[in-house]
Nanobody, 120 residues
Framework: VQLQASGGGLVQAGGSLRLSCAASGRTISRYVMGWFRQAPGKERQFVARLSWSGDTYYGDSVKGRFTISRDNAKNTVYLQMNSLKPEDTAVYYC???????????????WGQGTLVTVSS
């Protein structure tokens, strides 16, 4: 499966953005879909994942502010980000895995990343 992330940009603290991850090649319904982020000088961090059954799980730093969802008809996964903070600034990556996991190393397919910058 090929993944293409989009929707990043510059937003003020407290604002919202919605990231999209369009998949091609295979249907996303057969994968666990995840979002990760990586800030400059830091390790890649788990953000959210969505399982085949619709079960979701979030990293502690985004819980209650971010929502992961998918549209099977569009073969696209979304990350709705609300109440953004400067510390959310990072390159955001979507990924697909064949197992339920929050470990980046267990995701088999990755999109190219989209930059989110939150100004204070």
């Amino acid at each position: 499966v090929q993944l293409q992330a989009s929707g990043g940009g510059l937003v003020q603290a407290g604002g919202s953005l919605r990231l999209s991850c369009a998949a091609s090649g295979r249907t996303i319904s057969r994968y666990v879909m995840g979002w990760f982020r990586q800030a400059p000088g830091k390790e890649r961090q788990f953000v959210a994942r969505l399982s085949w059954s619709g079960d979701t799980y979030y990293g502690d730093s985004v819980k209650g502010r971010f929502t992961i969802s998918r549209d099977n008809a569009k073969n696209t996964v979304y990350l709705q980000m609300n109440s953004l903070k400067p510390e959310d600034t990072a390159v955001y990556y979507c990924a697909a895995a064949e197992q339920i996991t929050t470990m980046a190393g267990s995701y088999d397919y990755w999109g190219q990343g989209t930059l989110v910058t939150v100004s204070s």
